[in-house]
């Protein structure tokens, strides 16, 4: 199972990015996919989860109205479009899936929300 993140970077408060998470190594749309973020000094939390065929999402309350999380099965990859950035959305975002009783992460990528 490989989970390779890209679409981190610096964005001003206001601004927006997608993250993307390209997977392989296993059946991708026979799996929910998810987006954690982890601030220094802080617990990894959930923010967004898709379900297998994307019919259902949910999202923590904090990015509730400003993310949404996408898949595309053809292409393997799950997306995370990030609008209305604030300070507090500055974390590395890892993508996740559970496999069985196997919990695979990827290496994450930076997003830094400042002026």
């Known amino acids: 199972v490989q989970l390779v993140e890209s679409g981190g970077g610096l964005v001003q408060p206001g601004g927006s990015l997608r993250l993307s998470c390209a997977a392989s190594?296993?059946?991708?749309?026979?799996?929910?996919m998810s987006w954690y973020r982890q601030a220094p000094g802080k617990e990894r939390e959930l923010v967004a989860r898709?379900?297998?065929?994307?019919?259902?999402?949910n999202y923590a309350d904090s990015v509730k109205g400003r993310f949404t999380i996408s898949r595309d099965n053809a292409k393997n990859t799950v997306y995370l479009q990030m609008n209305s950035l604030k300070p507090e959305d500055t974390a590395v975002y890892y993508c996740?899936?559970?496999?069985?009783?196997?919990?695979?992460w990827g290496q994450g990528t930076q997003v830094t929300v400042s002026s």
């Open positions: 996740y899936v559970g496999i069985l009783l196997g919990r695979y």
């Open positions: 190594g296993f059946t991708f749309s026979s799996y929910a």
């Open positions: 898709i379900t297998v065929a994307g019919g259902s999402t």
